[in-house]
């Protein structure tokens, strides 16, 4: 079994609520995926969302593995939810977005929010959970050169040590320039089984990838080999594409966005506000289509995450290979 961040207890951190099943899980073995409940909040439309929330959950334990949705409630940040918590980050209409950065002024207030990957990869990790799955990565924004908009998601996986399973980064970003900033960053990034880096609603976004796996057990050996280096605790990225029947139109997508952007501008929309609202522009524009390929590419990731979790925790293969 591998080792908690925290020692010898997994999931006893003081002043984090892990979920009783959750806890159970990491100290016996049983693989444990994290979620993010942003995407949930403010990522996908209401109230297609908290389906959306119990659909994810219950491809983890499908896949044989505890899910864990991460997010802070009245000032307390929870690593799994019940079923009362998943309702509220996809039913409140006050439940803010919270990144790592707010985690601390949040707990002080009492305040509830949505956690990003950022504040999802740092609960999870605090909580000795290894395995979280995401729909896209944030990542360096176009026009960065003025804005200077690049997610936190970034810089706080160049330094938490947690898999995290993607369709690459959103998109609406300036995939190539983020590449190269996870690069600097020392963030390792693998495909699974492609040669080229997702484009989150695309299958491919045309950039290769320098290291490509083909099963879950070999994402395992990759983490494994991490602590086995030891030093610096980076994140490791494994990039799975939506696969080619389930992508939105390229040339639909091409259209779609560059008008999202172009009234991302015109209204003046900037920071924590801008991912979703192109998200949501997209969603309206495409008539529904890129959510059916968003939610493709993170059922795809969930369902290989709980894979992934079986082989690092040791219980051998979940449900079959995709
Ligand atoms: N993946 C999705 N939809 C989302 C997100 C990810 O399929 O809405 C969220 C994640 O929580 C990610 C955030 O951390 O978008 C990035 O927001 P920003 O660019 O403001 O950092
Ligand atoms: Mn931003």
């Known amino acids: 079994m591998s080792e908690s961040v925290q020692g010898a207890v997994p999931g006893a951190v003081p002043g984090l609520a892990v979920a009783e099943e959750v806890r159970e899980a990491l100290a016996g073995g049983v693989p444990v995926v994290a979620l993010e409940s942003t995407i949930i909040a403010h990522g996908l439309p209401r109230p297609r969302n908290l389906a959306v929330a119990r659909e994810l959950e219950e491809l983890v334990r499908a896949s044989g ?3 864990a949705t991460v997010a802070v409630l009245d000032g307390v940040p929870h690593v799994g939810l019940g079923k009362e918590g998943l309702e509220r980050i ?11 950065r707010d985690l601390a002024p949040a707990l002080a207030t009492g305040a509830s929010g949505a956690t990003t990957v950022s504040g999802t990869a740092f609960l999870a990790a605090r909580a000795g959970v290894r395995i979280f799955a995401t729909g896209g990565l944030g990542g360096v924004h176009r026009e960065w050169t003025t804005t200077q908009d690049e ?30 900033r996870l690069e600097t960053l020392g963030v390792g990034v693998l495909g699974y089984r492609t040669a080229e880096f997702p484009g989150f609603y695309l299958t491919s976004s045309g950039r290769p990838v320098d290291w490509t796996v083909r099963e879950p057990a070999e994402v395992a050996a990759v983490m494994r080999a991490q602590d086995a280096l030891g030093g610096l605790d980076s994140a490791l990225i494994v990039a799975n594409p939506v696969p080619p029947e389930q992508q939105l139109d390229p040339a639909l997508h091409d259209r779609v966005l560059a008008e999202a952007l172009a009234a991302a501008e015109r209204a003046g929309i900037t920071g924590q506000a801008l991912t ?15 959510l059916e390929a968003n939610l493709a590419a993170v059922r795809g990731n969930v369902r290989l995450a709980a894979q992934i979790a079986a082989h690092w925790a040791g219980g051998g293969a979940a449900g079959e290979p995709a």
């Open 65 to 67: 593995a505890v899910p």
């Open 90 to 100: 996809a039913t409140d209409p006050g439940l803010r977005k919270f990144g790592f």
């Open 151 to 180: 997610s936190a998601d970034l810089a706080l996986l160049s330094r938490t040590r947690i898999t995290v399973v993607c369709a690459g980064v959103k998109s609406i970003l300036d995939v190539p320039a983020t590449l190269e």
């Open 276 to 290: 979703p609202y192109l998200l949501n522009h997209l969603v309206e524009q495409t008539q529904g289509a890129s």
